[in-house]
Nanobody, 127 residues
């Protein structure tokens, strides 16, 4: 079992920055890959970014490349998502997820490959 708790969401203006954190517990954090997903109102949940268990391999959604950065601290069992130059279309509930069966260097973008999910944190970007 893995428990994931997101934090750091909030209301910001377009162009602002926001940092999300996801604290993991229950299994050895450095043994699994992590991802961030988001779901906007009326839309399906979509992939945002993912990071291998070593933190070396990353994958980003095209629309967030160059603006968002995913990182992890295996000593603190935390994965972060730094979001810069936020846009109104980034408004969504953001979820972190754990992929327990990933094999380096592969990093998954498909939701079906993730085994555990957090409860989500709301990010709202006003124009």
């Amino acid at each position: 079992q893995v428990q994931l708790v997101e934090s750091g969401g909030g209301l910001v203006q377009a162009g602002d920055s926001l940092s999300l954190s996801c604290a993991a517990s229950g299994r050895t954090f450095s043994s699994y890959a992590m991802g961030w997903f988001r779901q906007a109102p009326g839309k399906e949940r979509e992939f945002v970014a993912a990071l291998s268990r070593t933190g070396i391999n990353t994958l980003y959604r095209t629309s967030v490349k160059g603006r968002f950065t995913i990182s992890r601290d295996n000593a603190k069992n935390v994965v972060a998502l730094q979001m810069n130059s936020l846009k109104p279309e980034d408004t969504a509930v953001y979820y972190c997820a754990a992929d327990l069966s990933s094999s380096l260097p592969y990093v998954a973008a498909r939701q079906s490959e993730y085994d555990y999910w957090g409860q989500g944190t709301q990010v709202t970007v006003s124009s």
